[in-house]
């Protein structure tokens, strides 16, 4: 596709998502929540997109109880259209996973009580999936262990850099402060093994809402939840879930950094927009006449006040 701006393709493109809760039997969270059609959603908003990442990433609480029968039920779903679309699928564990039944069901291993920290190489690009859980809490933490066996795998660097992907993110909630007695602790432990090595991003999930932060000069990005959402607004509530709000993001990573774009779930009612019939058009045009035909205010295109939506011919 023709670039019409001043940035390159990007080298790599990823799906983060987060927080699916599934159940056994596919029975809705709290009686009302679907969470197997929402993540169902999602991916079909995903393959429909023509996107085509090259990994999704689920940054944990897969299952809600950690029973066997609901990693089983992610997995029919999630696997076939990653198999469809190409991308590789990457698991990391929540405070809701329990590690026995995770890595059983989801690595067809024999079931193991030990972090389930993973690497993975994407064309050159290190995944490194790093278990925070704590077993029978919900707050997170990193054993010593965890820490030397990170800082051995991140003494070489990686050909495209490395991405950590994470549940408990390790950054303040200001809008959220219950869930301050649930977050990562002994951050600073975490920050001196990855600062100043060839980490360029941090994926996380957790809060049941979107949002973005430095951490040890590493930019992190934590999506909304697929089952339900959480309402930073409510009054006289100190959580308040919703069956709202639920996102995925797209990850693209370029040579010198990463975007992250926020994909809410669900079907919408476009007010205007123009067919991708037009792209050859643009394509056809020197980057002089795609400045007087778009970019000026005075062209016939920007002279419209209101443009209704454009659709292909027959």
Not at 131 to 140: A, E, I, L, N, Q
Request: with cysteine; aromatic share 6%; proline share 5%.
């Amino acid at each position: 596709m023709t670039q019409l701006g001043q940035h390159p393709a990007p080298v790599h493109t990823l799906a983060h998502i987060s927080d699916t809760h599934f159940l056994a039997g596919g029975e809705r969270l709290f009686s009302s929540v679907e969470a197997e059609n929402n993540l169902k959603q999602a991916l079909h908003q995903l393959e429909r997109s023509g996107i085509a990442p090259e990994a999704l990433i689920f940054t944990g609480d897969l299952a809600d109880h950690g029973l066997p029968d609901a990693y089983q039920r992610l997995r029919g779903i999630v696997e076939p259209v990653a198999q469809r679309i190409g991308a590789q699928v990457i698991w990391v564990m929540g405070n809701h996973d329990e590690r026995l039944q995770y890595s059983a069901a989801l690595f067809d291993e024999a079931g193991s009580s030990l972090p389930q920290d993973r690497v993975y190489n994407i064309k050159g690009l290190r995944v490194i999936c790093l278990d925070t859980t704590v077993p029978g809490y919900h707050h997170g933490e990193l054993e010593e262990t965890q820490l030397e066996w990170l800082r051995e795998e991140l003494a070489i660097p990686a050909p495209h850099g490395t991405l950590i992907a994470l549940h408990h993110p390790p950054i303040p909630t200001p809008l959220l402060w219950a869930m301050q007695m649930l977050e990562l602790r002994d951050q600073d432990r975490l920050a001196a093994v990855i600062k100043a090595t060839d980490v360029r991003g941090i994926l996380a999930g957790h809060l049941h809402y979107s949002t973005h932060s430095m951490f040890a000069g590493i930019p992190v990005s934590v999506v909304s939840a697929t089952c339900y959402s959480l309402d930073l607004t409510a009054q006289d509530r100190l959580l308040s879930g919703v069956n709202s709000g639920q996102a995925i993001s797209i990850v693209h990573v370029y040579e010198d950094r990463v975007v992250h774009s926020l994909i809410p779930l669900g079907e919408t009612v476009e007010i205007t927009g123009f067919s991708a019939h037009y792209r050859s058009q643009i394509e056809a045009m020197t980057p002089e006449q795609r400045v007087e035909a778009f970019s000026n205010k005075r062209s016939t295109f920007n002279l419209r006040d209101e443009r209704p939506t454009e659709t292909t011919a027959g």
